[in-house]
């Protein structure tokens, strides 16, 4: 492309030319030494200069692109810490996404268009990135929904970790029958003729939804390939330009590894991706583990594409379950003996790891497990070390982890389940769920992440709206402000903070020479925006390694070009992915009905604080006794 002469900034003949140049940006660097700025030069993938336009002009070439912001905010490429990015690329196109969906009728005329398209032995799966509580109706689909708008076509509806939806002809494709037992777990709702309804629970573990997940058709390789490029070039329209694959279920390695080892040596990532290894088989996790650590090195691979430990799980009986509908599980009372030894086995070779703990109940009886090792000297041996989730842990945790050198990724999954957990555990822990504020004021470095794709959405901005606003994604406010970050803490959560879990903080999450050239020109100033539209984010341009990976408005056809989605009956090529919904304008009948949320809230919560001695046990009268007759 030829340079874009631009308010004076015209091309020199110079030896080492930027390849690109974005200027007239407000750029918020997240480098503490220069936080703001007015333009960036590029080279080679990494930034050169950070300045203003007087600053790039020199280095302004003849093959030197040059970009306008347009005086919009530009901020460093976000980073989700915990995504399963590896995974969700190779389902991308078979999914209809419900994200940002704001209605069921809406999802419903989705589905039943998709079911028309959808051809025979295929299913329609809607996995993940919404909730009831998103919709206007506030309740799930029901079976007799399903079957209406897709009689003949296997449908699957998964809701959260809790339960899943099934319409007649899946449950015939899934094999379920009336003589089919109830796995570990899990449930199968029955009829009073004892056949299966449709509806799935889990009770508590999730096993059950993910393997009848599993039941459907999947892609193949050049398929998958295609999905995963697409759902890459989607994160980047968010201003994602790096992501912690956390693994998960059903994720095994290296077979469904292959597709971005192939990308990433064809140079086609849009997306760097640190990845874990997840052991997939109970009861064979050490042996896993051991077979890795003499294949592979944590931080094996280059800039795009790198190994960064072991977990979520390490052992499959220490992890806890969060179906926050169903009482905590209770774990079994000796998994510590298995679990000390995979850990050991990791610190004995070098390899860090992060473990899924969603309860302080879990996270105590693995700090046990590592001052254990502690004390014989074999902890933390130097190797990064994370919690994920901990919605409920407690400050005494948090004072060990910090003695540990641990760090913490929590993620907005209460965004998606927050009035479940509200209705099990009250207003008190759910104001500290989990509790960000005390992470940081332990030092912890705590990264930003969504948990996406199979429970909250891939956007990152409905994350930073939670951790700014501590709203659900139904407008309930759960968070009280002590517990709420401010925007430019939330976003060095989504930046600096993801990349030191990675140990790529010198290189990656701030916008200053030598890092490398990630980056998000943005559709609205996430610094000035209101509140309820940070959700409503979008990124106009986002740069990786140098490379324009996304580019819309202005800048559309500045990207790179992908293939067509494939197949051509996929969800994704005629719906696309998240559902871009309608700014916060709210009707005068929206704004009472939050009045009435916000009443009834502080009420729980004097309850709350009343049942504990708090406050006194009568209540402040709401009426004004002025008015009373």
């Known amino acids: 492309m030829s ?67 347009l005086g919009r905010r530009m901020v460093p490429g976000l980073n989700d810490a915990h995504l399963h990015v590896i995974r969700g690329g190779l389902n991308y196109v078979l999914e209809l996404r419900w994200d940002g969906v704001p209605t069921l009728r809406q999802g419903l005329a989705m589905l039943r268009e998709q079911a028309a398209r959808t051809p025979k032995g295929q299913w329609v799966r809607v996995v993940g990135g919404w909730s009831a509580e998103q919709f206007a109706e506030r309740r799930l689909p029901t079976v007799a929904e399903l079957n209406a708008a897709a009689p003949d076509t296997p449908v699957f509806v998964l809701h959260l970790y809790q339960s899943a939806v099934l319409n007649r002809a899946a449950l015939k494709a899934a094999g379920f029958t009336k003589d089919t037992p109830d796995p570990k777990g899990g449930q199968i709702v029955r009829g009073r003729d004892g056949e299966p309804t449709g509806m799935l629970l889990a009770a508590p573990s999730a096993l059950i939804l993910y393997s009848t997940l599993a039941k459907a058709p999947v892609l193949d390789g050049e398929h998958r390939k295609t999905s995963t490029r697409h759902f890459l070039r989607e994160l980047n329209r968010f201003g994602l330009t790096s992501a912690i694959d956390a693994a998960g279920g059903f994720q095994n390695f290296p077979d469904n590894y292959a597709t971005v080892i192939e990308l990433a040596e064809a140079g086609e990532l849009s997306l760097r991706i640190a990845y874990h290894l997840f052991p997939q088989t109970p009861g064979q996790e ?161 990264g930003g992440g969504t948990d996406a794709t199979r ?33 430019q803490t939330a976003l060095a959560m989504f930046t ?7 140990g790529e903080e010198d290189v990656k999450g701030v916008l200053r020479p030598g890092c490398y050239a990630d980056l998000a020109v943005l559709s609205d100033d996430y610094f000035t925006v209101a509140e309820p539209d940070i959700a409503h984010i979008e990124s106009l341009l986002t740069v990786t390694g140098g490379r324009i990976v996304y580019a819309a408005a202005e800048y559309e056809g ?32 929206r704004q009472a009905e939050l009045l009435g949320q916000a009443i009834a809230e502080s009420e729980r919560h004097r309850q709350w604080r009343a049942r504990r001695g708090l406050t006194p046990e009568t209540a402040v009268p709401l009426t004004d006794p002025c008015f009373v007759l």
Request: no cysteine.
């Open 3 to 69: 340079p874009i002469p631009v308010g004076g900034l015209v091309p020199h003949a110079v030896d080492d030319a930027a390849d690109l140049v974005v200027r007239n940006a407000k750029v918020h660097t997240g480098d503490p030494h220069r936080p703001q700025a007015e333009a960036l030069a590029v080279r080679a993938g990494v930034i050169t200069v950070v300045g203003d336009d007087k600053d790039v002009a020199p280095h302004i070439g003849a093959g030197t692109k040059v970009v306008d912001a």
């Open 286 to 446: 050490i042996d896993d583990l051991a077979r890795w650590i003499e294949m592979a090195r944590p931080e094996d691979g280059d800039a795009w594409l790198r190994l960064n430990g072991a977990g979520e799980n390490l052992t499959w009986a220490a992890a806890d379950f969060e179906n926050f509908t169903q009482p905590r599980p209770e774990l079994t009372p000796d998994y510590e003996a298995e679990f000390e030894k995979a850990v050991r086995l990791l610190m004995e070779n070098g390899w860090g790891f992060r473990l899924h703990a969603t309860y302080d109940e879990t996270i105590r009886r693995d700090l046990a497990v590592f001052e254990k090792l502690a004390a014989e000297g074999l902890f933390p041996a130097g190797n990064r070390w994370l919690f994920d989730h901990a919605e409920t842990v407690s400050a005494d945790s948090l004072d060990r982890i910090a003695a540990l050198g641990g760090a913490m990724s929590v993620q907005n999954r209460l965004s998606f389940q927050g009035e479940a957990f509200l209705r099990r555990y009250g207003p008190g822990a759910a104001a500290d769920a989990p509790p960000v504020r005390a992470m940081l004021e332990r030092g912890l470095t705590v």
């Open 558 to 589: 500045l990207d790179e070009e992908l293939p067509p989605v494939s197949p051509e009956w996929s969800p994704v090529a005629h719906f696309g992915g998240y559902q871009a919904s309608r700014r916060s304008a709210r009707p005068g009948a």
């Open 496 to 502: 600096r903070a993801g990349a030191a879990l990675t």
């Open 455 to 487: 429970v909250s959405t891939y956007n990152p901005w409905v994350a930073l709206h939670w951790l700014v606003s501590g709203r659900t994604a139904g407008d309930l406010a759960l968070r009280p402000p002590e517990n709420r970050v401010d925007r």
